[in-house]
């Protein structure tokens, strides 16, 4: 374990990374990384368990940032295990860069998600739980039981609708495979987050069936036994919330503190406040892209301790395939992508089909082809028809992650996000369903799945403006346009970042499935 005084300075190095990044960026969100400083540096160099020489690692715990503005002080972490150079933090928000103004999914560097709109990342995390537990419960993989799941969610993303919608789902479930911190600092862009919001989020939480822990969250002792009490707890997740400074070390001009001011939280602290600061923290203003000899010695000390924590992690995986070859199969089959051999043309479909009843047919026949299958419906199985997935299954309860359905209740974006989750955990096929009228709902999360490349099959039925029972609030009009014009979207790859397909009869619907399940 290292002294507090050397983890302090590792936060302290990381404080003044961030806000030399922004202000050669001339643009960017410098205080909210200073405060989360501390809980970075104490996760990444005590608790996550990673392979420093396979970032691929299906065992890894995973960290995901929901707050995207704060990139600064990921990148700057992540510079100290290896996963970037001091010249790319240089080029923060440039054209081109590695290290754009919110992070962008990449394995290889340590990033498990594009953080896109607030809320949406720490749901992510969310459905990364399910995986991890729906895998182990299907194969017994010890490595899966083992797994963690830490999110880092800020005052923004506690605002967010969404936020509701994860912590009830989480909650219950019992998911106790899910660590979450909420930096609670009282800044926000415009105003302090007292004219905005009189909740007590900490009840809120247990009222949701969450374990939840008070901390200074700038407290190295303190950090550490809110982690270590949340790996102990069972049959509930964790919200760590840690009352951070936002700007933590910051001064003006005129040397009086700049902490706790929302003029840190979007904009470079500029001129004598950035080289006053700079110095407060024990820095050089004129040469700030460094790392301390005796910071980088933490994280190399780490690395060793993950080459040793993984050796053990994959003898214990090595064994449990020896003594289980079949299911070590599907995991490596699951995880590669590949896929079932299924007679498409053998499927029957009873003639003048409605769609979505041809749908339920197929999702039927996947149901009990498909082992790593998980499909979601927003109370509306019965409706959508994925209960012809539902029918071959059962659905997810507390303790029991056996079955391959999840209740999502009254939540499409939530929904949506969770199933994003799990596709970036992997070795899992998302599928989820609702009215095409709620895609509207959905469509930040549709962006980011189709942004990150993911493989999560939406399905919407009753998608006609003939829906005229329930009346116009219900008729899907521009919708098809909307998501139709996705498919214009082009990822980095320069490939269309989505496939819309709306079958006219049954037959094209098992021909859409074929499709969707081999794209």
Known sequence: MHSIETLNKAADNIRILSAAMVEKAKSGHPGGAMGGADFISVLYSEYLNYDPENPLWEGRDRFFLDPGHMSPMLYAQLTMTGHFTMAELKQLRQWGSPTPGHPELNYARGIENSSGPLGQGHTYAVGAAIAAKCLYARTGNPTFQKETIYAYISDGGIQEEISQGA???????????????????????STETSVVTNEDTAAKYRALGWEVFSID???????????????????????????????????????????RNCGTHGAPLGGDAYRNTIKNLGGDPDNAFIIWDEVQEIFNTRREELKAICAERHAEESAWAVANPEKAQNLEDWFAGKQPAIDWAAIEQKADSPTRNASATVLGILAENYGNMICSSADLSNSDKTDGFLKKTHAFTPGDFSGAFLH??????????????????GGVIPACGTFFVFSDYMKPAIRMSALMRLKVIYIWTHDSFRVGEDGPTHQPIEHEQQIRLMEQVHNHQGERSMVVLRPADAEETAVAWQYAMSE
Request: aromatic share 4%; with cysteine.
């Open 408 to 425: 999502a209740g009254v939540s499409e974006l939530t929904m949506a996000c969770c199933c994003i989750g799990m596709a970036l955990h």
């Open 217 to 259: 969250g700038n407290n190295v002792t303190e950090i550490r036994q809110a982690l270590d009490a949340a790996k102990k707890v069972c049959g509930k997740p964790t919200l760590i919330i840690g009352h951070c400074v936002m700007g933590k070390g910051a001064l003006k001009a005129d040397g009086s503190s700049y902490e």
């Open 167 to 189: 912590a009830r789902i989480a909650g219950t479930l019992g998911l106790d495979n899910l660590v979450m911190f909420y930096d609670a600092n009282d800044i926000q862009l």
